[in-house]
């Protein structure tokens, strides 16, 4: 490393430390999250947020009272500051402005995860991805059953409408399986999204099978890399990058009572360094 470079690192790691430690003054009083805008201060130029100073009518370090006006020099220093996510104790390193991290709250991989198959029966768990699959198993296991290779039967007339979602756990990961018969537009949904990190959803994929009666020699298979769990079931449907099929192409691969029954299968994707490695002794997952 050369004399350049050495400075360049040091700048770097004394910046990083000036901003934690100018971000550690920047905790409300009585709630302990970081200040962010409206903040506003008592008498003595004590800070509080915005929620809190609706609760509490003295300030909790000198017990005078807060003032309607507000700081606006912290304002403009809380902007400029970069924040750890609150999900750090669990994993996450990542820094933001305020700003940025309101988006980042909703992507992060390490956030709270609603229990989705539970909520038609008012489930109202909520915990880290690490922990929905135990969740499922304990509570919820008719709808976690799915692996890597699944056969699927919908033993109702799926042209009356049908909407289902279930855990599946394949490949040492955990997926979201969504599945539709929309009856206002006529049309058959399925798609399968990764719950972890948004940039390793394109490292699986799933694929849909569909064969007609045993006389006839039609089949439809459709393959698509998994979609992360961020994005809205509802966008994924109306995008159509997933299995979309028209109920008149469906009704050709039902049985009499208007059943469907497929297959589905969950991969994750061989690199030519994941090969490699399994060569040299490793495994591919």
Known sequence: MNAVAALEMMSEISLESVND????????????????????????????????????????????????????????????????????????????????????????????????????????????????????????????????????????NVFDGTEDIQLIAACREVFWYNFKCDVTEKKMFLAVQYIGPKEQASNFTYEFELRANADQEMSINMKNRTHPDTEKVSDIYESACCVVLDFAMLRHYVSSDNNLCFNLLVKKIVTMDSACDTKDGGSVI
Request: glycine share 2%.
């Open 21 to 156: 430690s100018i971000v550690s003054l920047f905790e409300c009083p009585v709630c302990y999250e970081y200040l962010a805008p409206p903040i506003y201060q008592c008498k003595h130029a004590h800070n509080i947020c915005s929620n809190c100073k609706l609760q509490v009518t003295r300030c909790p370090s000198c017990c005078e009272i807060f003032l309607d006006s507000r700081s606006v020099f912290v304002e403009q220093i809380a902007e400029r500051l970069l924040y750890p996510c609150k999900n750090v104790e669990f994993g996450c390193n990542v820094k933001h402005s305020l700003q940025d991290m309101v988006e980042h709250y909703n992507d992060c991989p390490h956030r709270m995860y609603e229990c989705l198959p539970g909520k038609a029966t008012s489930c109202r768990w909520k915990g880290r991805s690490t922990d929905i699959l135990m969740h499922m198993k304990n509570t919820h296991v008719e709808s976690c059953w799915m692996v890597d290779e699944n056969c699927i039967l919908y033993e109702l």
